[in-house]
């Protein structure tokens, strides 16, 4: 058996820099794979020492050691390859560099177009290895209960009056409407199964970025932009086909939806393919049949996207066995979906029993992600050209896995009290660290 090549130091280093964000990055050939065909060894470098939070270019160039007048076009043709986000601040002028986690991120940003500068039907390969083949990394980005993103409820499996007391950021529709740039992208998901030889029978050109997230995505020529009439015929076409509406988790400035098949999705195969409940945040509904009036055809049960409804059998007054649905809710993840597929109409929506908690912002998202994952000390201290950084990185993360301190994140009022507060210590840090004026991520 012939020796496999070793992997080159610097993208052991952005291997695990990358793994230092919320969603992570577990070791695996299959990774270092991707990373070599995405970053060159200078982009590679370059990305491995970059902070956590937005910043400057003279901020990355003390961060990296490399001179402004290198580093600038570096991170604007990382930024057309979706390795790097960049953000304007019109307020002071300046431009501001994230490095791309791995999902919601690079991947998906590396097939959303067709281009001929990578080996894309490489890298699906590899994708589809390193999310549905190996288990760690969909045991790792899935395995806290803040999620990257949420279920929109189908507005159509509503009722008149549980539509009119939705939130806006609960709905797909209001989401489209309060935003002035809009863009479709193809769906990153279904365009790997087409390069590995496995189509999907649904739409590829139906995924929608909305907002600032849109903004980045068509400057560089990664999506394509759309009207609000367009979108909102992509939502009605989506909930017709009993397509999964997943929305960014958060309330204020929703910067995705994704419209997700059961058989392609990276989301949903976290279910599907490794038995992870809520792979997705719930909306605030959950399926209901009406057991009486069931007729026992099924159609519900087929068009779960993630057989989260079963038949059951079960005797009737009069002694005939009959079959009727039943829905698990531990998986459940009030989409909607069961509704529009249920002829009789049998199925309907009620309002989950507790509160479905979601983030305010991007910002609160990461921190409560980074919390819950043991990566808040990467979050705050994240020069590590520093050794007094990288001792308060390794301090904080052992203190947070600490049985006491885990079991006190259960409390949802001391939870909230400690996300206020750390949210505010990420803010004013990066101030300190030369970030201040940065915009929100």
Not at 240 to 258: A, P, R, T, W, Y
């Amino acid at each position: 058996m012939s020796e496999q090549p070793k992997v080159k130091v610097v993208y052991r280093r952005l291997r695990k820099r990358l793994d230092r964000m919320p969603v992570g990055a577990p070791r695996s050939r299959s990774l270092f794979e991707i990373l070599s065909i995405l970053f060159s060894e200078e982009e590679a470098a370059v990305a491995a020492k970059m902070p956590q939070k937005p910043a400057s270019v003279d901020k990355i160039s003390r961060y990296t050691g490399v001179d402004e007048s290198a580093l600038r076009p570096m991170l604007e043709k990382m930024a057309d390859k979706g390795l790097v986000m960049d953000m304007l601040n019109p307020d002071n002028g300046k431009t501001y560099y994230l490095l791309a986690p791995t999902v919601v991120g690079f991947f998906e940003f590396s097939l959303m177009t067709k281009r001929d500068d990578i080996d894309q039907k490489k890298l699906a390969q590899l994708f589809h290895e390193y999310m549905f083949e190996q288990k760690e990394f969909g045991h790792n980005v899935f395995r806290g209960r803040t999620q990257l993103g949420r279920a929109l409820v189908h507005e159509t499996a509503l009722t008149d009056d549980q539509r009119a007391g939705i939130l806006p950021y609960e709905s797909a529709t209001a989401v489209v409407e309060a935003h002035e740039t809009r863009a479709i992208t193809m769906c990153y998901c279904r365009h790997k199964g087409a390069l590995t030889d496995e189509p999907c029978e649904f739409p590829l050109d139906i995924c929608m970025s909305i907002g600032d997230g849109a903004d980045y995505l068509i400057r560089h020529k990664l999506a394509r932009a759309a009207s609000k009439t367009e979108m909102l015929e992509k939502l009605a076409q989506a909930r017709e086909l009993g397509l999964v509406q997943m929305g960014d988790n958060v309330k204020e400035n929703v910067g995705f939806i994704c419209n997700c098949c059961g058989c392609h999705c990276g989301v949903l195969g976290g279910t599907n393919v490794h038995g992870i409940p809520f792979t997705m945040n719930t909306s605030g509904f959950i399926a209901a049949p009406d057991a009486d009036a069931c007729k026992g055809c099924g159609l519900c049960a087929q068009r779960c996207p993630i057989s989260a409804i079963s038949m059951q059998e079960y005797t009737r007054a009069d002694g005939k066995v009959r079959q009727r649905a039943v829905v698990d809710e531990k998986f459940c993840l009030g989409c909607g979906v069961c509704v529009g597929a249920c002829k009789p109409g049998c199925m309907h929506m009620e309002p989950r029993p507790a509160r479905v908690i979601t983030p305010e912002n991007t910002i609160e998202r990461v921190v409560s992600m980074a919390l819950e994952r043991g990566s808040l000390g990467a979050l705050m201290f994240d020069d590590e050209s520093r050794t007094d950084q990288r001792f308060m990185r390794r301090f904080v993360n052992a203190v947070l896995t600490l049985p006491p301190a885990r079991q006190a994140m259960l409390n949802d009022t001391l939870r909230s009290r400690f996300l206020s507060f750390m949210m505010q210590q990420v803010v004013s840090g990066a101030a300190k660290s030369g970030a201040d004026g940065a915009p929100k991520p």
